[in-house]
């Protein structure tokens, strides 16, 4: 089945620093890749919606200047959180779809600790 | 908007149990319904879908019924596996735009016991 790979898996970063997320799709090529948010035991929340060569679009309510995303090709997606404050510690999944399908692919997950 | 309920868990359950997950929506229009799963360490994978009213997904034993009337795609397996054990979301995909969003529910925590 089509594979997902996120990179780091986890990361700790001082309050301050900008913090940079990728997410791949290995043999598939993604046309649009989304970014979401968990909380403990909350449910997967999205953040942005984005398509190869275009700008993100953010979901009500998330910050576009804190939540950098980019999608400069169609295997890699990045998210990056600038100038981090313990409040964005989280969990951040990505997924992926080929275009035309419904189905998205989920990554593994990146566990962000900010102290 | 949209949003998804279901019910909270954790649920433990015995070998070879019954299980039910229930999952109710709110939506505009028609949506299409998905049970994901996240086994620990892994991504969410998806386990089943439906597409329209009265739709049965189904998937290694797990099954979930579109029900329109009363807005619920309840997740059921007659005899669940230690293999089991994992996180369920129910989730629903816009029927409008080309970019299918999910919006999910918080997930259910099954723990199966030998």
């Known amino acids: 089945g089509a594979v997902v790979s996120q990179h780091p898996s986890w990361v700790i970063c001082k309050s301050g620093t900008s913090v940079k997320i990728e997410c791949r799709s290995l043999?598939?090529?993604?046309?649009?890749m989304f970014w979401y948010r968990q909380f403990p035991k909350q449910s997967l929340m999205l953040m942005a919606t984005?398509?190869?060569?275009?700008?993100?679009?953010?979901e009500q309510g998330v910050e576009k200047d804190k939540f950098l995303i980019n999608h400069a090709s169609l295997t890699l997606s990045t998210l990056t959180v600038t100038s981090a404050h313990p409040e964005d510690s989280s969990f951040y999944i990505c997924?992926?779809?080929?275009?035309?399908?419904?189905?998205?692919?989920f990554g593994p997950g990146t566990r962000l600790t900010v102290t | 908007g949209n949003s998804v309920t279901q019910m909270e868990g954790p649920v433990t359950l015995s070998e070879e149990a019954f299980l039910t997950i229930n999952c109710t929506y709110t939506?505009?229009?028609?949506?299409?319904l998905f049970w994901y799963v996240q086994y620990p360490g892994e991504g969410l994978q998806l386990l089943l879908k439906?597409?329209?009213?009265?739709d049965k997904g189904s998937n290694k034993g797990f099954e979930a019924t579109y029900r329109k009337e009363t807005t619920s795609f309840h997740l059921e397996k007659g005899s669940v596996q230690v293999s089991d054990s994992a996180v369920y979301f129910c989730?629903?995909?816009?029927?409008?735009?080309?970019?299918?969003?999910?919006?999910f529910g918080k997930g259910t925590l099954l723990t199966v016991n030998p």
């Open positions: 997924s992926a779809k080929q275009r035309g399908s419904y189905e998205q692919y």
């Open positions: 043999d598939f090529q993604a046309t649009t």
């Open positions: 984005s398509n190869e060569g275009s700008k993100a679009t953010y």
């Open positions: 939506a505009t229009g028609y949506p299409s």
């Open positions: 439906a597409t329209k009213a009265d």
């Open positions: 989730a629903l995909s816009d029927s409008g735009g080309s970019n299918y969003k999910l919006t």
